[in-house]
């Protein structure tokens, strides 16, 4: 018998909550604004962090990409990643850390990487991961490529999160998730 996503990531929150980061997969209304924050990725390279059970790489798929491009879903928890593969065969799916994102990716196609769309907790990952984490999307992202990442703090300040290179472009609310959440995308901006 399937286990249904909203009981196993409720699960596993309930075993990590400090990585899991939530009680339940994101809504589709959520789902949809990242894919669209992540803007037009075709014949490019889409980098997802924290893909859980797909509920954003979904959207991801629906959103686009054509035979040219390739998606990429980093996911720590490798039975996670069994679902993943199960549900989407033409997605890359990798049992990593998003500190690994230009190592996993490769050479080929990191410069091709036209947004990384994350769904990790940052405010309850250790400081210096998430650091090395932020450092390694600004690294890997091409020009003009986009970050797109969801918290469920709706009033904390979208710079705290220590780009360098990247500019904020939006953020929009989503209410109808649990709990609500707040979407931000940025952009890297030429030196």
């Excluded at 850390?97 to 990716?105: D, G, H, T, W, Y």
């Excluded at 080929?108 to 400081?127: E, G, M, N, Q, Y």
């Excluded at 918290?151 to 705290?160: I, V």
């Amino acid at each position: 018998m399937k286990m249904p996503a909203t009981i196993k990531f409720l699960c596993k929150w309930i075993a990590h909550p400090k990585t899991t980061g939530a009680v339940c997969p994101s809504s589709r209304f959520l789902a949809r604004k990242m894919a669209r924050g992540a803007g037009n990725c075709k014949g490019g390279v889409v980098v997802e962090l924290g893909a859980g059970t797909g509920a954003v790489t979904e959207y991801l798929v629906k959103a686009g990409l054509d035979r040219d491009s390739k998606l990429y879903c980093i996911e720590f928890d490798s039975a996670l990643c069994q679902t993943l593969r199960g549900k989407f065969p033409t997605a890359i799916i990798v049992n990593d850390s998003a500190e690994n994102i230009r190592k996993i990716v490769g050479a080929v196609d990191t410069p091709k990487i036209k947004a990384v769309v994350s769904s990790l907790p940052f405010l309850s990952l250790p400081k210096d991961m998430g650091a090395r984490i932020i450092e390694e999307i600004e690294a890997s992202l091409s020009e003009g490529g986009r970050f797109v990442q969801y918290t469920y703090n709706l009033n904390r300040d979208p710079l705290s999160i220590g780009f360098k290179s990247m500019k904020h472009v939006s953020t929009s609310r989503v209410y109808i998730n649990i709990p609500p959440a707040r979407v931000d995308v940025f952009e890297k901006s030429g030196k």
